[in-house]
């Protein structure tokens, strides 16, 4: 059983940054892939990044691609979402996800992942 726990949202003006952190345990998640996601109210949740266990393959969901970044530092079994130049349409509730195996553009698929975190929700203001 792997329990992840987010944190680091809140509320920002448009143009600001945010980085949320999804903390691991129960077991190690180094080898596992780690996904966020995403939910607005009204809204299905959408994927935005993931990144493999060693780092070298991330996927971004284009309406964030140069704004956003994944890492993870698996020494610490905690993945992170830097997120800058905000804009209003990524007022959401962010969930981070994780799966021992995912295979290629499936990463973008939510019931692909096992695990989920209980979420934290971004605002972002004018």
């Known amino acids: 059983q792997v329990q992840l726990v987010e944190s680091g949202g809140g509320l920002v003006q448009a143009g600001g940054s945010l980085r949320l952190s999804c903390a691991a345990s129960?077991?190690?998640?180094?080898?596992?892939?780690m996904g966020w996601f995403r939910q607005a109210p009204g809204k299905e949740r959408e994927f935005v990044a993931a990144?493999?266990?060693?780092?070298?393959?991330?996927y971004y969901a284009d309406s964030v691609k140069g704004r956003f970044s994944i890492s993870r530092d698996n020494a610490k079994n905690t993945v992170y979402l830097q997120m800058n130049s905000l804009k209003l349409e990524d007022t959401a509730v962010y969930y981070c996800?994780?799966?021992?195996?995912?295979?290629?553009?499936?990463?973008?698929?939510?019931?692909?992942?096992?695990?989920w975190g209980q979420g934290t929700q971004v605002t972002v203001s004018s």
């Open positions: 996800a994780a799966d021992r195996s995912i295979p290629g553009l499936r990463v973008r698929i939510p019931h692909e992942y096992e695990y």
């Open positions: 129960g077991r190690t998640v180094s080898s596992d892939i």
């Open positions: 990144m493999t266990w060693n780092g070298v393959s991330t």
